[in-house]
């Protein structure tokens, strides 16, 4: 079908149209509904009432929107995370673990800070920092060993998810650690995490509509992490460098930009934004360190961000608007789970939007010509 | 002696290992031909929740239950693998991001949650299951007895794939293709494979594995549907691979020491044995060692050596070769 000869061929775009960079998402939006219809339909379901039951849950009922924020927040975090390795094509599919290891150090920091009778702003401070540091530090495992062994980024980020995951769970149920519970009645019948004191939970603004919308801190740092992350990647020399060594690494060495430094930058950017998400979930929405095989490890925030980073084509704006879209999606999968609703449709729309998306990229690049198979491959007469 | 800790440890690594075994066969069939597929997983699931409806709603004797079920989980898997194999090879998608959509899409909270809720799997136990092959009188024989005669068909049907493989990899015109497309897919196409071909029809060989896999959970390890019952399975498959430096036979060796692991946290504090802090290291050592291994193949020299597909995860464009 697509080799030459054929009658389809598709050819390498020279200028990619402005308008098919906003055409094709919105175009692969629909086509993934469309899909997912099919799905409903094939398994006996009415997909207008699905849909409808759907946005209702996301955006218009009352109080939607605020859950939705709640689900968005964490995506927006590991969605700009992903953007800001990806975007120098460092794949950074560690976004999960290192949000694990943020949210560790940032309760960390919580229950130590948040107890010792400071002003609360000071012990969130303080989390916002562990959280970015506790994520970079993560994120730089895999980033020096490509530094400076070349070894690929995607699967030991990957691995370093579950490490990261298990030794969540170990800190709170398997040992006597500081995160863990250890007095009260509670706590001898069944392990569970100590709950940060109040100076370290993160304040709410409400904005008034929809009966009040609570608006988490987290949000608003997310909103402040991308238009940092939109600065340095378009106005600085640093940001520069880095598309250049992602678009051209050969050309970015020839120019003498520092390759190895730029990998370990960048991947601990990426990892101190996953780490951020992960300080945003002690702080705002959990107040404890989650540790529950079914809690924070069953949300699968780090790897719906690459979802959320690749429909957002990496631009940091774009990555917000996408991650409060999937945000939306997400939370109305959380509150329809039940009988009419199908468990797991959620999942599969995501999917399907994402496949979409990567198959409407290519028309981004190539462009598709319809050729009878005489015009595509000339035949050359023998001399 | 059946009961001393280390033929325990192996007969349950046998156990354990073999949907580690099978997926990672599969893996390592899509990953000679050049395609990186991070699905695994997700293949897995939706092989595990079509395998185990067929034992449910299927009229028939035990053995054509379980054979059908085997069947249909491995064609589930390769449906699967197919929506990767289309993007990737023939829209030139990311093998990344179109695994990890694929992870997304079939895996614990989409397809396979999807039809196992809506097709009522989850509240009976399977109604057939594999047992072991052999009486009761051979499988006490010692050491032998739990590891080799307490099996059940598809831990030897596995036995049988690694040779099948290897001898496919090394002896035969294709397994030659083969590993020409995943090294040298410009070099390949001028002699004459088809590139395309070949990589169509082993990333989908990869998904029929991964499916079987996943039918291993819910026909013989644990013969129920629950979401997301391989619980990481297909990542540890993928690990496994690499773990392997793409070597059939050495993936059996790594699939049982990635499965004694699993079982040796239980076993180790059933015997009253400390051993600093089991349940992390057990758990963690499989991902920690691919990481290690991954470390000692980066350099290219000893990538070449050790059998890394050179060309794996870049997209064949002949006109761009």
Redesign the interface.
């Known amino acids: 079908m697509v080799r030459p000869g054929g009658r389809l061929r598709i050819e390498r775009r020279l200028r990619q149209p402005r308008w098919l960079v906003v055409a094709v998402p919105a175009g692969s939006l629909v086509f993934a509904f469309l899909a997912s219809g099919l799905v409903l339909v094939a398994t006996g379901h009415d997909p207008l009432s699905s849909y409808r039951q759907l946005l209702d849950a996301a955006f218009v009922n009352n109080g939607a929107i605020g859950q939705t924020l709640i689900s968005a927040t964490p995506l927006a975090f590991t969605g700009l995370a992903a953007a800001a390795a990806f975007r120098m094509r460092l794949f950074n599919i560690g976004g999960e673990g290192q949000l694990y290891v943020g949210a560790i150090a940032a309760a960390a920091a919580g229950l130590y800070f948040g107890g010792s009778g400071g002003p609360s702003a000071f012990a969130i401070a303080a989390m916002v920092v562990a959280g970015c540091a506790g994520g970079a530090a993560w994120a730089l495992i895999p980033g020096a060993l490509r530094a400076f062994f070349k070894t690929n980024e995607i699967i030991t980020s990957l691995m370093l998810n579950y490490v990261a995951g298990y030794v969540l769970t170990y800190l709170v149920f398997n040992t006597e650690s500081y995160w863990r519970q250890t007095t009260g009645f509670n706590a001898a019948v069944f392990p569970t995490s100590k709950p940060l004191p109040p100076s370290a939970n993160w304040p709410t603004a409400t904005i008034h509509v929809q009966g009040g919308v609570p608006l988490p801190l987290g949000a608003g740092i997310a909103l402040l992490a991308a238009t940092v992350v939109w600065v340095l990647y378009r106005r600085t020399r640093f940001g520069f460098e880095v598309q250049v060594l992602g678009d051209s690494p050969r050309a970015a060495q020839y120019a003498g930009m520092r390759t190895r430094r730029k990998i370990l930058a960048v991947m601990a950017i990426s990892g101190a934004l996953a780490g951020l998400g992960g300080a945003s979930q002690d702080g705002d929405f959990r107040h404890t360190l989650d540790a529950d095989p079914n809690g924070l490890q069953k949300q699968y925030y780090g790897y719906a961000g690459i979802v959320v980073a690749a429909l957002g084509r990496y631009n940091p704006f774009a990555v917000l608007l996408v991650a409060f879209l999937v945000g939306g999606l997400q939370n109305a999968g959380n509150t329809l789970q039940g009988a009419d609703f199908p468990s797991g449709l959620v999942g599969v729309i995501q999917g399907l939007i994402l496949f979409s998306a990567l198959g409407g990229e290519l028309l981004v690049r190539y462009r598709l010509r319809f050729a009878r198979r005489a015009e595509a491959t000339p035949v050359v007469e023998p001399a | 002696m059946n009961n001393s800790l280390l033929v325990v440890l192996v007969a349950s690594g046998v156990v354990y290992g073999t949907p580690l075994l099978y997926g990672a066969l599969g893996e390592l069939l899509a990953e000679r031909s050049g395609v ?1 597929n ?1 699905g695994v997983e997700g293949m897995m699931l939706v092989g595990a929740v079509m395998g185990f409806w067929t034992v449910q709603r299927l009229h028939a004797g035990t053995g054509l239950s379980l054979a059908a079920a085997v069947g249909v989980a491995a064609l589930a898997g390769a449906a699967m693998a197919a ?1 990767h194999a289309f ?1 990737v090879i ?5 093998q ?3 695994g ?8 614990a ?10 097709l009522n799997l989850a509240d009976n136990p399977a109604r057939h299951t594999f047992h072991a092959l052999f009486p009761a009188s051979v499988q006490r024989w010692p050491v032998v007895g739990p590891i080799v005669f307490g099996q059940n068909v598809l831990v030897y049907a596995s036995w049988a794939c690694v040779v099948l493989v290897w001898l496919y990899l090394t002896r035969t015109r294709p397994g030659l293709n083969l590993r020409a497309v995943g090294e040298a897919p410009g070099a390949a196409d001028a002699m004459g494979i088809d590139v ?1 071909a070949y990589r169509y029809a082993h990333t989908l060989a990869g998904g029929a594995f991964a499916g079987v896999a996943g039918a291993t959970f819910t026909l013989a390890i644990t013969p129920q549907w629950v ?1 997301g019952i391989t619980g ?1 399975a297909g ?1 540890i498959a ?2 496994l691979v ?1 773990f392997a430096f793409w070597r059939p036979e050495l993936c059996l060796v790594g699939a049982y020491f990635f499965g004694a692991l699993q079982a040796l946290a239980p076993q180790l504090q059933a015997r009253n044995i400390h051993l600093g ?1 089991t ?2 290291w057990t ?2 050592l499989p ?2 060692m ?2 290690v291994v ?2 000692l193949v ?3 020299g000893a990538r070449r050596r050790l059998g890394a597909p050179a060309a794996l ?1 870049e997209p064949y464009v ?3 070769r």
């Open positions: 990186l991070l929506i993007l023939t829209l030139r998608a990311s990344i991001v179109s990890l959509a694929l992870t997304i899409f079939a895996g909270a989409g397809l396979s949650s999807y039809l196992g809720n809506d395309v979401d990481g990542w993928i690990a690499i802090p349940v992390l758990n963690t991902y920690v691919t990481v991954l470390l980066s350099t290219s995860g002949r006109e761009e």
